[in-house]
């Protein structure tokens, strides 16, 4: 693996300058024109952070319709990690909407997909047999783990946690701790979903040994190991807050799950594939679930997830249970397989570790002089402060709201999460160079000391 420095990175789009420009105000006059139709014409229930439209994104920046180039701290949530229009995932794509756009895997076969289950059962965690299956969504990958963990324990319950994001479909809604937006109106849910205490250092104060036998026993007093399917967790939360458990927090619940027969279920549809420094964020806590959901970063900015695990637990479904029209689709394969490829070739492992170091001393340097950031946390390229009533731990929303309205304004496009709303997260694509992550601080430093 050779690692390049960040400016020589071939990952991205390398023709736009990697810069911030805003050249009319924010939106621009194309933008509002785009919003105005688009009020008429979509519905007001789908909902965009950033009030421009865009018309190219490449290396670390999107560009808009009116040529304004901003630093993208975000990856459209996680996803462009390798970069907007990867050159590998721009040419493999292209050669395969050439040869066949979909055939449909349940009908006629293909081996893109085949190959892609082999790299995801080599890259998760765990020296073990494992087998995969495809899927479109992060949410369907999740209820399909579920699916599988019911049908090879034959028992029903799941449990998730505090402050959990798992999807919005019907039973990842259920999964899904935050009622507004998420949930508001929309039951009834699904059955059987049960949520125990996370680990939360800022909030709560306890080791993770101690955060995991107080989640265990909540468990075991309203659920029951026996009735137990799987216990579905996120290594580090994303919607959530990135919230990072206490060290020993995953690995007791692991344990407690193997030796309870429960399947243990990383979704690390937000933290996979090279976001946090290592391939899958189970790998920091040496933990290796029997089934893993992968989505976001996996291919590049195409739709796909998958569920990757034990070979037995993967085949406990009948034959057929587990599928759908465009699971795996061949150009998403073939953008995936670019992807992971693109990650080794460039060393966006050790990329991940550099920008972490790079993101923790902008923001430890903002918090030392300023006690509205709370709590500075997160691994690799997935990095988040939380923001307080100053001396408090009181969640300070307004000013995660305010900083990321006044970033875009000024070139930074930067996103806000959290049961409370009161976090910003920095999540930049790996083929960001340095200069351009230091531009888009310097930038955050100002409307911090200007958000008075
Ligand atoms: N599991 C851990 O982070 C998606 C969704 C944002 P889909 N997170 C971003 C929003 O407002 O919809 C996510 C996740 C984790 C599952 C999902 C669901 O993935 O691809 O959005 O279905």
Sequence with gaps: M???????????????????????????????ALAARRSAAVSAAVGSSMPFYAAAAGG?????????????????????????????????????????????????????????????????????????????????????????????????????????????????MAMTAKVVPYKNGFGPFAPEVYRAPLSY????????????????????KQVGAANLAAVVIEPIQGEGGFVVPAPGFLPALAAWAKENGVVFVADEVQTGI??????????????????????????????????????????????????????????????????????????????????????????????ARDARLGDVRGRGAMVAVELVRPGTTEPDAALAKRVATEAAQRGVIVLTCGTDGNVLRFLPPLSAPDALLEQAFDVLDAVFADAR
């Design 60 to 172: 670390g920046v999107v560009v808009d319709v009116d040529g304004n180039s901003y630093a993208d701290l975000g990856s459209g949530i996680a996803v462009t990690t390798v970069g907007n229009s990867a050159p590998g995932v721009v040419d493999a794509v292209t050669e395969q909407v050439r040869s066949f756009t979909h055939t449909c895997f349940m009908i006629t076969p293909y081996d893109s997909y085949v190959e892609l289950a082999e790299r995801l059962a080599a890259l998760t965690p765990g020296d073990f047999a494992k087998k995969t299956a495809l899927f479109t969504s992060g949410a369907e990958a999740v209820e399909n783990a579920v699916k599988i963990a019911r049908a090879h324990t034959g028992r029903q319950a799941v449990v998730v946690f505090d402050h959990a994001y798992h999807g919005r479909t019907n039973l990842t």
């Design 274 to 367: 090279a976001r946090t420094g290592a391939w899958f964020a189970s790998e920091h806590e040496g933990v290796e679930p029997d089934l893993v959901t992968i989505a976001k970063g996996v291919a590049g900015g195409l739709p796909l997830s998958a569920v990757t695990g034990r070979a037995e637990l993967m085949d406990a479904p009948v034959p057929g249970g587990l599928g759908g029209t465009y699971g795996g689709n061949p150009v998403a394969t073939a953008a995936a397989l670019a992807t992971l490829e693109t990650v080794e070739r460039d060393g966006l492992l050790q990329r991940a570790r550099q920008v972490e170091i790079l993101l923790l001393r902008r923001l430890h340097a903002l918090a």
């Design 2 to 32: 050779t690692t390049l420095d960040s400016q020589q990175l071939t990952t991205g789009g390398p023709t736009l300058p990697q810069e911030i420009r805003v050249l009319t105000e924010v939106p621009g006059p194309r933008s509002r």
């Design 201 to 220: 250092p800022f909030r709560d104060g306890l080791d993770g040994p101690a955060a995991a036998a107080r989640a265990i026993a909540v468990i075991e």
